[in-house]
């Protein structure tokens, strides 16, 4: 158990829709990143915040759109849902920039 | 293009063999991680190399890191059923702050 929590797991959704993942980074961790896998793209990164502000974006859509609350959780915002954006969704966490990326289990997205 | 290439991008060895799986970057790294994957899962961190030179081992699992080379060795001896899954390193490139991932090498290891 890497402490890195997501929600849900698992979602099935309709093209059009909108839904919200969550991540709660491990105990003390500042940094949170938010990355995409899918068969044929790999593991991208999206975007990653330290301690509520936004660090550094990768290659995130305008569709989505995440932050970093006070209490350091974390959603990432994907809206106008596309057949295209079923992939594995991970989140990270570490201290630091530069310091070790703890991950979490990750959330299955369909898209339908 | 991607900025840290690995290979081979499979492998499948019979058990007991030794093999060894390569991570190349495009630029300088500044520290280099290893991570593994079964499919469908989350990310397990293996180990962390920041200086050239610098060797680490964890159990049968050995990393390398030739900094002037811009590149990292992940040697497994005496493989195992256990070890099947995928590896991916990843770096902090220092282009914008982003940790970027290599293309991931599928390892799938016979009884």
């Known amino acids: 158990d890497s402490g890195v929590t997501q929600t849900p797991k698992h979602l099935i959704t309709a093209t059009g829709q909108r839904v919200t993942l969550r991540c709660s980074p491990r105990?003390?961790?500042?940094?949170v990143y938010w990355y995409q896998q899918s068969l044929d793209q790999g593991l991208q990164f999206l975007i990653q915040?330290?301690?509520?502000?936004?660090?550094a974006k990768g290659n995130i859509l305008e569709r989505f759109s995440a932050q970093q609350f006070p209490d350091l959780h974390s959603e990432l915002n994907l809206s106008s849902l596309e057949l295209g954006d079923s992939a594995l969704y991970f989140c990270?966490?570490?201290?630091?920039?530069?310091?070790?990326?703890?991950f979490g289990e990750g959330s299955w997205l369909t898209v339908v | 293009s991607q900025e840290l290439e690995q290979s081979p991008q499979s492998l499948i060895v019979q058990e007991g063999k030794n093999l060894t799986i390569n991570c190349t970057s495009s630029?300088?790294?500044?520290?280099l991680y290893w991570y593994k994957q079964k499919y469908g899962e989350g990310l397990i961190f293996l180990m962390m190399?920041?200086?050239?030179?610098e060797e680490k081992s964890h159990e049968k699992i050995t990393a390398k890191l030739d900094e002037k080379k811009q590149q990292s060795s992940l040697h497994i001896t005496a493989s195992q059923p256990s070890h099947a899954g995928i590896y991916l390193c990843?770096?902090?490139?220092?282009?914008?702050?982003?940790?970027?991932f290599g293309t991931g090498t599928s390892l799938t290891v016979i009884p």
């Open positions: 990270a966490s570490s201290v630091g920039i530069g310091n070790t990326i703890y």
């Open positions: 105990s003390g961790d500042l940094s």
């Open positions: 915040y330290y301690n509520g502000e936004e660090r």
């Open positions: 630029k300088t790294l500044y520290g």
């Open positions: 190399l920041q200086k050239g030179g």
């Open positions: 990843g770096a902090d490139l220092n282009t914008g702050n982003q940790f970027y």
